[in-house]
């Protein structure tokens, strides 16, 4: 019962955050469709970067293991690696405040994959949460661009 407690903690969390962060880039993306010229490369990088991001809140530490958390956090750290070098200078202090909220949740993993309990899982989902807050936040002000 104590091992299923922070699975559920994290899935609950996972399917708030995952609720949340879907819907920011269907409008993302109905945009950059309707726009003849091209869209810039940040919008691509940053549906890629919400699409990691929705993949990191799905994984079930319990239930999935240590490595598919980190695994997950990789991909993460990649779209953000995209998103940092197609953003520019226009959205320098958003990209600024993304790259603050990974290294939280980088951090929280870290802290669960040495050591898993319920406290350790709990904080990769309280850092996840924010994460995806922010970055569908940055999801909608790209948009306009797009």
Known sequence: MTRFLP??????VVAVTAGCTSSSYSSSSAS??????????VCSSIEALQTSVDDLTKVQVVQDGTAALSDA???????LQDVAGDAGDQYASQVDGLQTA?????SAASGAVESPSAATISAVGTSVSALAGDVRSFGDDVASTC
């Open 7 to 12: 699975a559920l903690l994290v899935t609950g």
């Open 32 to 41: 950059a469709a309707s726009d003849t010229s091209g869209p810039p490369a």
């Open 73 to 79: 956090v990789a991909s993460v750290k990649t779209a």
């Open 102 to 106: 990974f290294q939280a949740v980088q």
